[in-house]
């Protein structure tokens, strides 16, 4: 089992940034692909990028491509979103989650990973 813990969330203007962290201990962060997902009020968790094990490989939700950027650095057992243009459509709990499986690609699919952190709300503003 991995913890999770996210951080960095908050209240922010629209077209203004925000840096997301996500911090694991536990089994080697460094073995898993992992995720950012986010949810609303009233809707389901959805995906919003994920990166390789390895961080060679990132991909987005359409929703935020363009405008957020997923990394991470395993000597500190550490991943980020930058998040920037952001808009009120933006505006959910954040969380990060470690795929099942070691040096398996991301995917999509929630039901794919298997450790969260308990999440970070980010409020973006008209």
């Known amino acids: 089992q991995v913890q999770l813990v996210e951080s960095g969330g908050g209240l922010v203007q629209a077209g203004g940034s925000l840096r997301l962290a996500c911090a694991a201990s536990?089994?080697?962060?460094?073995?898993?692909?992992m995720g950012w997902f986010r949810q609303a009020p009233g809707k389901e968790r959805e995906f919003a990028a994920g990166?390789?094990?390895?961080?060679?490989?990132?991909n987005y939700a359409n929703s935020v491509k363009g405008r957020f950027t997923i990394s991470r650095v395993n000597a500190k057992n550490t991943m980020y979103l930058q998040m920037s243009s952001l808009k009120p459509e933006d505006t959910a709990v954040y969380y990060c989650?470690?795929?099942?499986?070691?040096?398996?690609?991301?995917?999509?699919?929630?039901?794919?990973?298997?450790?969260w952190g308990q999440g970070t709300q980010v409020t973006v503003s008209p």
């Open positions: 989650a470690r795929r099942r499986l070691q040096f398996r690609t991301f995917t999509y699919d929630p039901s794919d990973y298997e450790d």
């Open positions: 536990g089994r080697t962060f460094s073995n898993y692909a």
């Open positions: 990166i390789t094990w390895s961080g060679s490989s990132t």
